[in-house]
């Protein structure tokens, strides 16, 4: 468990440190246009990245349960 903690800190860490000198580069090129493309595209790979662990997890753990439920048969309480 550590091991992946470790494995997907680093992962992170380098796509972080790649992304922002991709960011850096392409500001001080001056080129507007690929800036500004570059912020939407690393916006759709950081929710694709997402989707694929949301449902890597959901695969594995099914989908979430809670604690709690509502009772159709319980009368609200009132409130004060």
């Known amino acids: 468990m550590?091991?992946?903690a470790i494995?997907?800190?680093?992962v992170v860490a380098g796509l972080a440190?790649?992304?922002e000198a991709g960011h850096v580069l392409l500001e001080r090129s001056g080129w507007a246009a690929a800036h500004h493309v570059f912020?939407?595209?690393y916006l759709g790979a950081a929710a694709v990245a997402f989707g694929w662990f949301?449902?890597?997890d959901?695969?594995?753990?099914g989908p979430p349960r809670?604690?709690?439920?509502?009772?159709?048969?319980e009368a609200p309480r009132p409130s004060r």
Do not use: E
Request: proline share 0%; glycine share 8%; no cysteine.
């Open 54 to 56: 949301a449902a890597r």
């Open 7 to 10: 494995r997907l800190g680093t």
């Open 66 to 73: 809670f604690s709690w439920s509502l009772r159709a048969d």
């Open 2 to 4: 550590v091991r992946r």
């Open 39 to 41: 912020h939407v595209a």
């Open 58 to 61: 959901l695969r594995r753990h």
């Open 17 to 19: 440190a790649v992304g």
